[in-house]
C-alpha cells in the first residue's frame, strides 16, 4: 500500500530530513478537535453521508487526475439540493470539497504543462485539457458521442461535455503558471473550511504564512471555490466566503 511506518521517537529526526519539523502549528488542519467535528457530519446529516464516504475514501482511491476532477463535481452535484451555506457543517463540507478539487487539478495542470508547454492556439490548449481530463482523447470522443446521442445534439453542432468549462480552463491557465502552489492552496481551502466548525484556536496567522511562502495561493483558492461552486450548481454564499479570504490575504501579503 506504499505506507511507511515510523516510532514516534524518530519522527522529528524524519522531518528534519525532508527540511520540516514537527513543532505544533495552529494549523487547524492538525486539530484533533476539527477533524472529529468534521468527521461527525455523516451521522448529523445522514443525507451527505454517501458523499461525505467519497470524500474520505473513494477519492483517493482513483489514480487519474482527470477522474478525480469529475467525480468530485459529480459527487457534489448529486447532494446540492442537502447543501444550506447557513449551516457551518454544510460549509466545511463544501471547503473539503474546494481542497480536493485543487488536489486534482493541480496533479491535472502539471499534466498539461508537459504536454503543452506553449500552446499554438486557444482550441488546441482546449482539446489537450479536455484529453487530459477525460484520460485520454480516444476516451474523450467515447464521451462527446454519448453527450450528442443522449442530448439529441445534430453532428458538427457543439457540444457541452463538462460544466463550466471555460472556468475550469482559465483555472488550469492559472495554476500551469506557478504549479507547485496548488496544494498550499488546497491546504489552505481545509483551513478556511475548518474554522467554521468553531474550533478552540484560530489559524489566522497560519494561512497568511501559507499566502506568503505560495504567493498564488490565494488566487487559486477564490478560482477554485468560485468554479466549484457554479459547476455543482450550490448557492453563491459557498463561495463568497472563500473570495472574502484571498482577497484578505491578498491585501494582507500587498501591506508588507
Not at 483555472?171 to 481545509?190: I, K, N, S, T
Request: hydrophobic share 45%; glycine share 6%.
Amino acid at each position: 500500500m506504499s505506507i511507511s511506518l515510523l516510532h514516534d521517537s524518530e519522527l522529528s529526526a524524519f522531518g528534519s530530513s525532508i527540511g520540516g519539523n514537527v513543532d505544533a502549528s495552529d494549523s487547524l488542519s492538525a486539530s484533533l478537535e476539527a477533524w472529529e467535528m468534521y468527521l461527525g457530519i455523516p451521522q448529523k446529516y445522514p443525507a451527505l453521508a454517501e458523499y461525505a464516504s467519497f470524500a474520505r475514501s473513494g477519492f483517493w482511491m482513483l489514480r487519474d487526475a482527470g477522474e478525480r476532477c469529475r467525480r468530485i463535481v459529480s459527487r457534489l452535484r448529486s447532494v446540492k439540493a442537502e447543501m444550506d451555506p447557513q449551516k457551518v457543517e454544510h460549509f466545511a463540507l463544501f471547503g473539503d470539497a474546494v481542497c480536493l478539487f485543487l488536489v486534482a487539478v493541480s496533479e491535472l495542470a502539471a499534466k498539461a504543462l508537459l504536454v503543452l508547454l506553449s500552446p499554438a492556439s486557444k482550441e488546441e490548449f482546449s482539446l489537450t485539457v479536455l484529453a487530459i481530463l477525460y484520460g485520454g482523447q480516444d476516451n474523450l470522443d467515447a464521451a462527446q458521442r454519448l453527450r450528442r446521442i443522449a442530448s439529441s445534439t445534430p453532428d458538427g453542432e457543439e457540444i457541452s461535455i463538462f460544466p463550466e468549462l471555460a472556468r475550469f480552463e482559465q483555472l488550469v491557465r492559472e495554476l500551469m503558471q506557478a504549479p507547485l502552489d496548488g496544494l498550499p492552496a488546497a491546504l489552505l481551502a481545509r483551513e478556511v473550511a475548518f474554522s467554521s466548525l468553531q474550533t478552540a484556536h484560530g489559524s489566522d496567522a497560519f494561512q497568511a504564512g501559507i499566502a506568503r511562502t505560495a504567493n498564488f495561493s490565494p488566487k487559486f483558492l477564490l478560482l477554485a471555490a468560485e468554479y466549484l461552486q457554479r459547476a455543482a450548481r450550490l448557492p453563491p454564499e459557498f463561495s463568497a466566503e472563500y473570495a472574502q479570504v484571498a482577497l484578505t490575504l491578498l491585501s494582507g501579503r500587498t501591506k508588507t
